[in-house]
């Protein structure tokens, strides 16, 4: 345990997924997105996997192009790139104790054939 200036023990952080000293248990989530890469317009599903992960949750997304959406129940979504770029969607899970952990998906528009 690392100590700060005074030699006063700093608290560690807590890995996601893990059970703090409380008993409490921060989320334990993966995410997927098909596709991952095409043309623009892109319609991109995504899914939500929890394991050990009991309790309602708060889902937070940021997809990267400007589009966030706060959902309070559902492991699945979907959303539309309109525009080719490279986008760094994050997906922050909160329990009813407030302890989150976000995961991430890359996902890349082309532009469109034609």
């Known amino acids: 345990m690392s100590s700060d200036a005074y030699g006063t023990p700093a608290a560690e952080p807590t890995p996601a997924g893990t059970t703090s000293n409380s008993g409490q248990t921060q989320p334990n989530a993966s995410l997927l997105a098909v596709p991952l890469n095409g043309p623009a ?34 492991v699945y979504t979907l959303h539309v790139y309109q525009h080719p770029g490279t986008y760094l969607c994050s997906l922050e899970l909160t329990n009813a104790q407030g302890l989150s952990t976000t995961v991430f998906r890359t996902i890349t528009v082309k532009p469109s054939h034609g």
């Open 41 to 74: 317009p892109l319609t991109v599903d995504f899914y939500v996997g929890l394991a050990n992960t009991p309790g309602p949750l708060v889902y937070q997304w940021n997809f990267g192009d400007g589009a966030v959406s706060l959902l309070p129940t559902g």
